[in-house]
């Protein structure tokens, strides 16, 4: 069974840093796509990062110079170091990895979301 697990959310004040873990179990994700979108109360759903299976990166301009975004095959895991963060980053944080063969996705898998608040 597939299944993607986030940790590493929470509570963090304005400019401070937090860092996002979304392991993967059930297959290799080495081909996979994998990154982060987030969700706030009201918004539609947004990409953040993601990275190919090619380690090409690709940044929301919202989040660009604050996040990184990683990914470590060996350990199924992709990682989102994120920092100086503002209020407006409060969000459910969602993993996902996208498997895509001659431009069609083929399988897609997500997270359940954890949850970024940003406040003093």
């Known amino acids: 069974q597939v299944q993607l697990v986030e940790s590493g959310g929470g509570l963090v004040q304005p400019g401070g840093s937090l860092r996002l873990t979304c392991t993967a179990s059930?297959?290799?994700?080495?081909?996979?796509?994998m990154g982060w979108y987030r969700q706030a109360p009201g918004k539609e759903r947004e990409l953040v990062a993601d990275i190919s299976s090619g380690a090409s990166i690709n940044y929301a301009d919202s989040v660009k110079g604050r996040f990184i975004i990683s990914r470590d095959n060996a350990k199924n895991t992709v990682n989102l170091q994120m920092n100086s963060l503002k209020p407006e980053d409060a969000a459910v944080y969602y993993c996902f990895a996208r498997y895509t063969l001659w431009g069609v996705t083929r399988a897609e898998y997500w997270g359940q979301g954890t949850q970024v608040t940003v406040s003093s």
């Open positions: 059930g297959t290799s994700f080495s081909n996979y796509a």
